[in-house]
C-alpha cells in the first residue's frame, strides 16, 4: 500500500484534484484563490498515490494574515483517522502558535439526520478530537425574485442610519435579551460596546454594498424600535443584521423590518437574498418564513473553547 502524503495544494493547477470531493462552496475556490480569500497554503490533501482521502481549506477576509473559518472539511468513508491527521498537521503548519482555532462552518442539508447523517457526524468526529465542540446549528435561508413582498403596513417609517455611531449604538441595545448564540457568547467575555464593536468591523463593515441601504425603523413620533442592514457580501445579497429594540418586542415589528429589507434588495434586481438565523430562535425563523424566505441548508458551527 502507498503511503500517506499530508500536504498543501501547490496552487490553482491542482484545485480539480482537490475538488474531488464534492460540495457546494467548490465553484467559488478558483475565484476565492484569485481575490486572496484563500491561498493554497490554507488548503491542504491526504493523499495516497493520486487518492484523494481527505481535504479541508480555510476562508480568510479580505487583507487577512491568517485563516478566519475553517469551512472545507471532507473524508471517504472510513477514513476518520486520515481526517484526523490531516487537521492536526494542517493546523499545526497554517494557525497560529498558541491562538484560538478559527470557528469551522459546514453547510449541510436542511434533513442531513435522515439523508446524511454519517458524513456529518464523521466530520464532526474529526473535529472533537481536536478538542472542538458543537456550537450552534444555523438556519440558511433563500429569498427569489418573484415571491410576494408585503405592503408596507404604515406602523413604522423607515430612515437610512445616521452614522455609524448610530448603529453601534442600536446594535448594543439589541444585546439585551439576544436569542443569538454568537451573541449570547460574546456577552460571556466582553460588554455590549464591545461585542457590537466586533461584530460591526468583523462583518458588516466589510460589506460591498452602500451603506444607504441600511435603515432604522422609528413609530410616527420618531423613536426607534429596530433596524435592518441589507447589503452585499462577497458572493450574496443579504439580509446581514436585522433585530427589534427589547422595549418594542414582540409587537410584530420584525415582519415590518424584514419586508423593507427585502424591498430594498429586491429593487436593486438581484438574483437571490440569503440570510441565516439560529435554529433555535424560533421569532426570526418564523419571520422569514412568513416572508417567503425558505431554509435550503443549514450550517454546523462548531469552536474550540478558549
Same mark, same amino acid.
Given at each position: 500500500?502507498?503511503?500517506?502524503?499530508?500536504?498543501?495544494?501547490?496552487?490553482? =493547477?491542482?484545485?480539480?484534484? *482537490?475538488?474531488?470531493?464534492?460540495?457546494?462552496?467548490?465553484?467559488?475556490?478558483?475565484?476565492?484563490?484569485?481575490?486572496?480569500?484563500?491561498?493554497?497554503?490554507?488548503?491542504?490533501?491526504?493523499?495516497?498515490?493520486?487518492?484523494?482521502?481527505?481535504?479541508?481549506? !480555510? !476562508?480568510?477576509?479580505?487583507?487577512?494574515?491568517?485563516?478566519?473559518?475553517?469551512? &472545507?472539511?471532507?473524508?471517504?468513508?472510513?477514513?476518520?483517522?486520515?481526517?484526523?491527521?490531516?487537521?492536526?498537521?494542517?493546523?499545526?503548519?497554517?494557525?497560529?502558535? /498558541?491562538?484560538?482555532?478559527?470557528?469551522?462552518?459546514? *453547510?449541510?442539508?436542511?434533513?442531513?439526520?435522515?439523508?446524511?447523517?454519517?458524513?456529518?457526524?464523521?466530520?464532526?468526529?474529526?473535529?472533537?478530537?481536536?478538542?472542538?465542540?458543537?456550537?450552534?446549528?444555523?438556519?440558511?435561508?433563500?429569498?427569489?425574485?418573484?415571491?410576494?413582498?408585503?405592503?408596507?403596513?404604515?406602523?413604522?417609517? *423607515?430612515?437610512?442610519?445616521?452614522?455609524?455611531?448610530?448603529?453601534?449604538?442600536?446594535?448594543?441595545?439589541?444585546?439585551?435579551?439576544?436569542?443569538?448564540?454568537?451573541?449570547?457568547?460574546?456577552?460571556?467575555?466582553?460588554?455590549?460596546?464591545? $461585542?457590537?464593536?466586533?461584530?460591526?468591523?468583523? =462583518?458588516?463593515?466589510?460589506?460591498?454594498?452602500?451603506?444607504?441601504?441600511?435603515?432604522?425603523?422609528?413609530?410616527?413620533? /420618531? =423613536?426607534?424600535?429596530?433596524?435592518?442592514?441589507?447589503?452585499?457580501?462577497?458572493?450574496?445579497?443579504?439580509?446581514?443584521? &436585522?433585530?427589534?429594540?427589547?422595549?418594542?418586542?414582540?409587537?410584530?415589528?420584525?415582519?415590518?423590518?424584514?419586508?423593507?429589507?427585502?424591498?430594498?434588495?429586491?429593487? =436593486?434586481?438581484?438574483?437571490?437574498?440569503? $440570510?441565516?438565523?439560529?435554529?433555535?430562535?424560533?421569532?426570526?425563523?418564523?419571520?422569514?418564513?412568513?416572508?417567503?424566505?425558505?431554509?435550503?441548508?443549514?450550517?454546523?458551527?462548531?469552536? !474550540?473553547?478558549?
Amino acid at each position: 500500500m502507498q503511503d500517506l502524503t499530508i500536504r498543501p495544494i501547490t496552487g490553482l =493547477e491542482e484545485l480539480d484534484l *482537490f475538488n474531488r470531493h464534492p460540495y457546494t462552496l467548490n465553484h467559488e475556490l478558483a475565484d476565492d484563490l484569485a481575490a486572496g480569500r484563500r491561498h493554497p497554503s490554507w488548503m491542504w490533501m491526504a493523499l495516497r498515490g493520486d487518492r484523494l482521502l481527505a481535504r479541508l481549506a !480555510w !476562508w480568510g477576509r479580505d487583507k487577512d494574515d491568517d485563516p478566519f473559518l475553517l469551512d &472545507i472539511l471532507d473524508l471517504e468513508e472510513g477514513a476518520v483517522d486520515v481526517a484526523v491527521r490531516l487537521l492536526r498537521t494542517a493546523m499545526a503548519e497554517t494557525l497560529p502558535a /498558541g491562538g484560538k482555532p478559527p470557528e469551522y462552518l459546514r *453547510f449541510v442539508p436542511p434533513d442531513w439526520r435522515e439523508t446524511d447523517r454519517r458524513a456529518v457526524e464523521d466530520r464532526m468526529a474529526v473535529l472533537e478530537s481536536t478538542g472542538a465542540r458543537l456550537f450552534v446549528e444555523r438556519l440558511r435561508l433563500d429569498w427569489r425574485p418573484g415571491t410576494p413582498i408585503p405592503e408596507p403596513s404604515g406602523r413604522l417609517s *423607515f430612515r437610512p442610519v445616521r452614522d455609524e455611531n448610530e448603529l453601534l449604538d442600536l446594535m448594543t441595545e439589541v444585546l439585551d435579551g439576544t436569542l443569538d448564540a454568537h451573541g449570547r457568547d460574546d456577552l460571556t467575555h466582553m460588554s455590549p460596546r464591545e $461585542a457590537a464593536i466586533r461584530h460591526y468591523e468583523d =462583518e458588516i463593515a466589510r460589506y460591498t454594498s452602500p451603506r444607504a441601504w441600511w435603515r432604522v425603523a422609528t413609530l410616527p413620533g /420618531g =423613536e426607534p424600535v429596530g433596524f435592518v442592514t441589507p447589503g452585499r457580501n462577497d458572493y450574496n445579497a443579504i439580509i446581514g443584521y &436585522i433585530a427589534v429594540l427589547p422595549a418594542h418586542r414582540g409587537n410584530g415589528y420584525i415582519d415590518d423590518l424584514l419586508a423593507e429589507g427585502t424591498r430594498i434588495l429586491a429593487a =436593486e434586481h438581484v438574483p437571490r437574498i440569503r $440570510a441565516a438565523t439560529d435554529l433555535g430562535n424560533t421569532p426570526m425563523a418564523q419571520a422569514f418564513a412568513r416572508a417567503g424566505y425558505v431554509n435550503f441548508e443549514r450550517s454546523i458551527n462548531m469552536t !474550540w473553547p478558549d
